[in-house]
């Protein structure tokens, strides 16, 4: 279907959208609140996206899910703008993942906390 949109120079609406992403139209219409996403809008206010958008939101869900939160994937988002194939992330996008990846080691280190002193309840008892 992305071929024949893609062939045709047709805008989807968001359900359109949501099929090919499998990113629910709840999440999409999140990701425009948050200023991830910039639709055209029809004269009637339809939402109005391009073929580009499904990558997009895909991988916008994809760093979401590793960790990165909205705001870090706003500010790194321009670096993957038309990279499509060959990405090569630019020092913010490298900058936004290291600040996630030490947020992590932290929460990391502090599950390891929470698990030693339950452990030693355990083995207290």
């Not at 991830?36 to 580009?52: A, C, D, H, W």
């Not at 670096?79 to 060959?86: A, E, I, L, M, S």
Request: hydrophobic fraction near 35%; charge should be positive; proline fraction near 2%.
């Amino acid at each position: 279907m992305t071929a024949l949109l893609e062939s045709m120079g047709c805008d989807m609406k968001i359900g359109e959208l949501s099929k090919l992403s499998q990113i629910s139209v709840r999440m999409l219409r999140y990701y425009e609140e948050e200023g991830l996403l910039s639709p055209k809008r029809t004269v009637s206010g339809y939402r109005q996206f391009e073929i580009e958008d499904i990558d997009r939101v895909k991988l916008i869900h994809k760093l979401n899910n590793a960790g990165l939160t909205l705001k870090v994937i706003r500010r790194i988002l321009p670096c993957w703008q038309n990279q499509r194939k060959k990405f090569s992330p630019c020092e913010e996008f490298k900058m936004g993942l290291s600040d996630t990846l030490l947020k992590i080691d932290e929460q990391i280190q502090l599950l390891q906390q929470s698990r030693n002193h339950l452990l030693t309840l355990l083995e207290e008892n």
